[in-house]
Every structure is written in structure tokens, then in C-alpha cells.
């Protein structure tokens, strides 16, 4: 990580979960289980999530505040822990990745949204909601 982007981090509130979302929503932002919405600037999810990750282990950080959690694994941890990734590309379109996860507030939270509108690949929150119910029925069969 650059000091320029260290920097930036610090500056604009990154470093934690202080950077729950403002007043408007943005298409590109993680959302938590509990359907909290986090803005999140274009191709800065990763670096989002890793302090989020090190905010939620941070009992398992030594002083200096490594946990040994790497950078390039904190969006996959947080997908593991139930967030839904939304990125907004301008050229493809708003992908949701995690969303076999994803349980009824984040479908409210994403439905308030996004509502009916067709997204990356013509699919909408409600479709992907289902298919979401409908992968879990299956893991409990």
C-alpha cells in the first residue's frame, strides 16, 4: 500500500466502520448483515474491507494492529461473515457478489434502492433474493 494511499485512507475516515454510509447512498458500498449500508468509491472495496476486517478481529491484532490477515483476502472474509459487495462498473453494469447470502434486511435495504431495475446480466434484487432462498432451502434439505 502506497503512503499517498495510507494517507487518503486516514483523511477521508476509512480505517474503520466510521465510514457507515452518509445520508446518500452510492451504487458501489458493502452492506453488513444487519443491511447497514457502506458507501464505497469505485475500486476501493478491497481496501474498505481489509480495515473493516481488522476493525472486527481487532482483538486478534498484536500492538502494532497486524492481525495477519491480508489484504488481498479481507473481501472474501467479509462475503464468508454474510457483507454483499455491490460494484457499480460504468461499462457492465452493478454486480452484487455475495448474494447467496443474503438474508431478508439486505434484501429490504437493496429493494429500497435498486427495486425492480434490471442489473448486470438482466437480473433484479427480487430474482437474486429468491435464487438466494432457494440455494439455502437446499443446503437445509
Given at each position: 500500500m502506497?503512503?499517498?494511499?495510507?494517507?487518503?485512507?486516514?483523511t477521508?475516515?476509512?480505517?474503520?466502520?466510521?465510514?457507515?454510509?452518509?445520508?446518500?447512498?452510492?451504487?458501489?458500498c458493502w452492506i453488513?448483515?444487519e443491511?447497514h449500508w457502506?458507501?464505497?468509491?469505485f475500486?476501493?472495496?478491497q481496501i474498505?474491507?481489509?480495515?473493516v476486517?481488522k476493525?472486527?478481529y481487532?482483538?486478534?491484532?498484536n500492538e502494532?494492529?497486524?492481525?495477519?490477515?491480508?489484504?488481498?483476502?479481507?473481501?472474501?472474509?467479509?462475503?464468508?461473515?454474510?457483507w454483499?459487495?455491490?460494484h457499480?462498473?460504468?461499462?457492465?453494469?452493478?454486480?452484487i457478489n455475495?448474494?447467496?447470502?443474503m438474508?431478508?434486511?439486505?434484501?429490504k435495504?437493496?429493494?429500497?434502492?435498486?427495486?425492480?431495475?434490471r442489473?448486470?446480466?438482466?437480473w433484479?434484487?427480487?430474482?437474486?433474493?429468491?435464487?438466494?432462498?432457494?440455494?439455502n432451502?437446499d443446503?437445509?434439505?
Open positions: 502506497t503512503e499517498l494511499f495510507e494517507h487518503r485512507l486516514i477521508e475516515g476509512w480505517r474503520s466502520l466510521e465510514a457507515k454510509t452518509k445520508k446518500k447512498k452510492e451504487r458501489s453488513n448483515p443491511g457502506y458507501n464505497c468509491p475500486a476501493e472495496h474498505f474491507a481489509y480495515y476486517v476493525d472486527i481487532k482483538e486478534e491484532c502494532e494492529g497486524h492481525s495477519g490477515i491480508d489484504f488481498e483476502n479481507a473481501g472474501d472474509i467479509l462475503r464468508k461473515e454474510g454483499i459487495l455491490i457499480h462498473d460504468p461499462f457492465t453494469g452493478t454486480v455475495g448474494f447467496r447470502n438474508n431478508i434486511k439486505q434484501y435495504v437493496l429493494y429500497a434502492y435498486f427495486g425492480n431495475e442489473l448486470f446480466r438482466g433484479t434484487i427480487t430474482l437474486l433474493y429468491k435464487e438466494a432462498q432457494e440455494g432451502k443446503d437445509r434439505d
